[in-house]
């Protein structure tokens, strides 16, 4: 069901010591920060909140890595797109950058006009795939730790009964 990384990652979250709800809303919170286009800023702002929320880290950490080369691709240009559709911007303003002139003034002035769009974008994104992931989320490490614990229950009490 899950690949090799998939499965550290879940073992991750399932091994963590903390309530099911702190686990998933910590793993939700690192998949909104992890979706932000503040690339290179991620990781420090997910150790910022975790340390400031009292947060566990392990779980926002690995939250964060739903940004990684493969789906900076799909995830920013989503979010540029949906932001600028909804703002009601040219939703061409990429295709116009030029980027061989990177540090002159006029790419300044094309950047701002895709900053809004995609933070705009990144919100309404972000909350809505860290809102599926909590469930999600909980809903794993719930089922996982029923599992284990009625395992553990029963290996503890052969036979299903209870020591008299």
Excluded: C
Excluded at 6 to 23: A, E, F, P, Q, S
Excluded at 31 to 49: D, H, N, R, V, Y
Excluded at 59 to 67: D, K, W
Excluded at 88 to 93: L, R
Aim: proline share 5%; charged share 10%; glycine share 12%.
């Amino acid at each position: 069901m899950f690949s090799g990384r998939g499965k550290k990652i879940l073992k991750t979250l399932l091994g963590l010591n903390d309530t099911v709800h702190r686990t998933a809303l910590a793993f939700a919170l690192g998949i909104f920060i992890g979706l932000s286009p503040l690339l290179g800023l991620q990781t420090l702002l997910a150790l910022f909140i975790a340390f400031a929320f009292k947060l566990n880290r392990a779980a926002v950490l690995v939250g964060t890595l739903v940004n990684n080369p493969w789906t900076i691709p799909l995830i920013y240009p989503a979010e540029f797109l949906l932001g600028a559709s909804l703002l009601g911007s040219p939703g061409h303003a990429l295709s116009g950058l030029k980027w061989g002139s990177f540090l002159s003034l006029s790419v300044l002035e094309q950047i701002k006009s895709i900053l809004l769009p995609i933070f705009f974008g990144y919100i309404l994104v972000g909350i809505g795939i860290a809102i599926g992931a909590y469930f999600v989320t909980f809903r794993l490490i719930f089922s996982y730790r029923q599992k284990a614990s009625l395992t553990e229950s029963s290996t503890q009490h052969p036979g299903g009964g209870h020591p008299l």
